[in-house]
């Protein structure tokens, strides 16, 4: 399976800049630290575990890692205990971007049917990209939200709420593609993999054939030929409607 660290995932929004990420070596498990944050919407107080450190071993073909000891997901992002407001943890120190998200905003997206029937980590991930949605940040930031989310569903066996998050996800991941906001251009292969990757999980054929295909065509990098050789092996794949 692909090593995560084979691009940058700090640059894709995943995960605090605190965190760091090593391959699995059955020494290093998920690793918590508890922080104080200051909501940004209610200005409540409150303390929250995020992560520090994460190890993995292997992973799915939309890079969902096998995760060696607790699965972070859910500490990944931070919720207030109060209003709810949900996002990473760097973003609750810029309030100049998040003063504008009301608690009656939140409340309105929560009570949206999709939410409703999200497993409750996958739910966070929905309300912080439907936030970032709202104050219109990088689509490559959003998509990561709801590409995680995703993973949650499946760790959940919910296929059916895992389809619309995938479906969230690369709708805002091909934005990112095709209007060039993915901020390291040494991303670009894999982002344009991902795209296709979901398309096929989604049994869209046409789409899939036509991002895994792509590829070849924003590789730059020689040392990224992992990342074509993937992609050839899931588009031969699409063509047998393998998932």
């Given at each position: 399976?692909?090593d995560l660290?084979?691009?940058?995932?700090?640059?894709?929004?995943?995960?605090?800049s605190?965190?760091?990420?090593?391959?699995?070596s059955?020494?290093?498990t998920?690793?918590?630290?508890?922080?104080h944050?200051?909501?940004?919407?209610?200005?409540?107080?409150?303390?929250s575990?995020?992560?520090?450190a994460?190890?993995?071993?292997g992973q799915?073909?939309?890079?969902y890692?096998?995760?060696?000891?607790?699965?972070p997901?859910?500490?990944f992002l931070?919720?207030?205990?109060?209003?709810?407001?949900?996002?990473?943890?760097?973003?609750?120190?810029?309030?100049?971007?998040?003063?504008t998200?009301?608690q009656s905003?939140i409340?309105?997206?929560?009570?949206?049917?999709?939410?409703?029937?999200?497993?409750?980590?996958?739910?966070?991930?929905?309300?912080a990209?439907?936030?970032?949605?709202?104050?219109?940040?990088?689509?490559y930031?959003i998509?990561?939200?709801?590409l995680?989310?995703?993973?949650?569903?499946?760790?959940?066996?919910?296929r059916?709420?895992?389809?619309?998050?995938q479906q969230?996800?690369?709708k805002?991941l091909?934005?990112?593609?095709e209007?060039?906001?993915?901020?390291?251009?040494d991303?670009l292969?894999v982002?344009?993999y991902l795209?296709?990757e979901?398309?096929?999980?989604?049994e869209?054929?046409?789409?899939?054939?036509e991002?895994l295909?792509?590829?070849e065509?924003v590789?730059?990098?020689?040392?990224?030929q992992?990342i074509?050789?993937?992609a050839?092996?899931?588009?031969?794949?699409?063509?047998?409607?393998?998932n």
């Amino acid at each position: 399976m692909i090593d995560l660290q084979r691009y940058n995932d700090n640059d894709s929004g995943c995960q605090s800049s605190a965190a760091r990420q090593t391959r699995g070596s059955g020494q290093v498990t998920t690793k918590l630290v508890q922080q104080h944050f200051r909501c940004p919407t209610c200005l409540s107080d409150f303390d929250s575990n995020v992560v520090e450190a994460v190890s993995h071993q292997g992973q799915d073909s939309d890079f969902y890692p096998h995760y060696i000891g607790d699965d972070p997901l859910e500490h990944f992002l931070v919720q207030c205990p109060n209003c709810r407001f949900c996002a990473y943890p760097d973003d609750f120190g810029q309030s100049g971007d998040v003063e504008t998200i009301s608690q009656s905003r939140i409340c309105e997206i929560l009570e949206q049917p999709l939410a409703k029937k999200l497993p409750k980590v996958a739910q966070m991930y929905y309300l912080a990209g439907k936030l970032y949605e709202f104050q219109k940040k990088n689509p490559y930031h959003i998509g990561n939200l709801y590409l995680r989310g995703s993973w949650v569903c499946r760790k959940s066996d919910n296929r059916k709420a895992e389809i619309e998050m995938q479906q969230l996800a690369v709708k805002f991941l091909r934005v990112s593609v095709e209007r060039s906001t993915v901020a390291n251009p040494d991303n670009l292969p894999v982002v344009t993999y991902l795209v296709g990757e979901l398309y096929r999980r989604l049994e869209d054929k046409s789409q899939a054939r036509e991002w895994l295909n792509s590829v070849e065509e924003v590789l730059i990098d020689q040392d990224q030929q992992w990342i074509l050789e993937l992609a050839k092996k899931q588009a031969e794949l699409n063509e047998h409607f393998i998932n």
